[in-house]
């Protein structure tokens, strides 16, 4: 009766490395299953984000209530009747100061 030997060959003990190495790559597969779940709900949530901001840029700028943005020369009229504006209230400053407070302390009421 032939007995094995107790030692292993040298390609037995390779066998049995390689199907370990397998084992392991494999459970390191499955542990990183959580991981690969997680950035693919980040990455579709960022993806609908993304979408949901797209569409009311759009909307707001193009859709039935935005306009498109002001052109130079829309720009330029916006500017010079701001600063129109902004003359006339220099103006009404100038020409109706403010009434100072009265020196007593508790006394909250304008001259």
Do not use: C
Request: net charge positive; glycine share 6%; charged share 25%.
């Amino acid at each position: 009766m032939y007995r094995q030997p107790l030692t292993l060959t040298v390609r037995q003990r390779t066998k049995k490395a390689i199907s370990r190495t397998q084992n392991i790559f494999f459970d390191i597969i499955l542990a990183m299953g959580g991981i690969i779940e997680i950035i693919a709900i980040v990455g579709l949530l960022t993806l609908v984000g993304s979408l949901a901001l797209g569409i009311v840029a759009y909307k707001y700028y193009w859709g039935e209530r935005g306009t498109p943005p002001a052109t130079a020369e829309e720009r330029r009229r916006q500017k010079e009747a701001e600063l129109r504006a902004r003359a006339r209230q220099i103006e009404y400053a100038d020409n109706h100061p403010p009434r100072p407070r009265r020196p007593l302390l508790w006394d909250n009421r304008k001259a």
